[in-house]
């Protein structure tokens, strides 16, 4: 996460004194909350939905969008790691077929 928006959301929180009756504070954090998911930011909007239950322990949609983001963040590194086992091998294949190619044109010459 920006190492600002941390910042402002200790500072907001700390200026409070955990004060879940402010609603300024926890509109400000779940309106960051959204911004993030819009952007698809999921893992700070998971870092900031921790900072809203700190205020909100009930909120039961914070909890809810947790547990989601919990579960896309984790596809999401799934999903890069195969992409990069997949990049390794098409590379290797890229290789392979370069050596072939270069012992047939090889070959050829001698001819």
């Not at 799934?78 to 012992?103: F, M, N, P, V």
Request: no cysteine.
């Amino acid at each position: 996460m920006p190492e600002d928006l941390t910042t402002r959301i200790h500072d907001t929180i700390d200026k409070t004194t955990l004060k879940a009756s402010d609603p300024d504070v926890s509109f400000q954090l779940i309106q960051e909350f959204l911004i993030r998911i819009a952007s698809k930011n999921y893992k700070d909007a998971l870092t900031l939905s921790n900072e809203i239950l700190i205020l909100e322990p009930d909120n039961q949609l914070i909890q809810e969008y947790q547990s989601v983001l919990k579960e896309r963040l984790i596809q999401l590194e799934q999903e890069s790691s195969g992409e990069e086992e997949s990049s390794d091998e098409e590379s290797s294949e890229d290789d392979d077929s370069k050596i072939s190619s270069s012992a047939s044109s090889s070959d050829n010459e001698s001819s």
